[in-house]
């Protein structure tokens, strides 16, 4: 299995940004998608989940400001970002759970990292 990020760049303050995270690979199902970021000398934080379901959360610090979807057809997740700010400026990595097959329940994946930079 492997997740493909895609969207980062640098932007400025107030703009917006959509990053997308593709899964491929041996999928029988997907049970969670998930955004992270780790901004330069700060932990890994949770940006925002979507689970099989549909229950959504997201991290105080981007509510009403960012939205993630998600297309079950194509295994992807989104992340749509506006009104960014500075202190948005991070890597983005995209998470999933997946289960390979019936008989597992689910394994974490880790895509890359694509780099957000906002700044003027």
């Known amino acids: 299995v492997q997740l493909q990020a895609s969207g980062g760049g640098l932007v400025q303050p107030g703009g917006s940004l959509r990053l997308s995270c593709a899964a491929s690979g041996s999928i029988f199902s997907i049970n969670a998608m998930a955004w992270y970021r780790q901004a330069p000398g700060k932990r890994r934080e949770l940006v925002a989940n979507i689970i099989s379901g549909g229950t959504i959360n997201y991290a105080d610090s981007v509510k009403g400001r960012f939205t993630i979807s998600r297309d079950n057809a194509k295994n992807t997740v989104y992340l749509q970002m506006i009104s960014l700010k500075s202190e948005d400026t991070a890597v983005y990595y995209c998470?999933?759970?997946?289960?390979?097959?019936?008989?597992?329940?689910?394994?974490?994946?880790w895509g890359k990292g694509t780099l957000v930079t906002v700044s003027s």
């Open positions: 998470h999933a759970n997946i289960a390979t097959t019936p008989l597992n329940y689910g394994m974490d994946y």
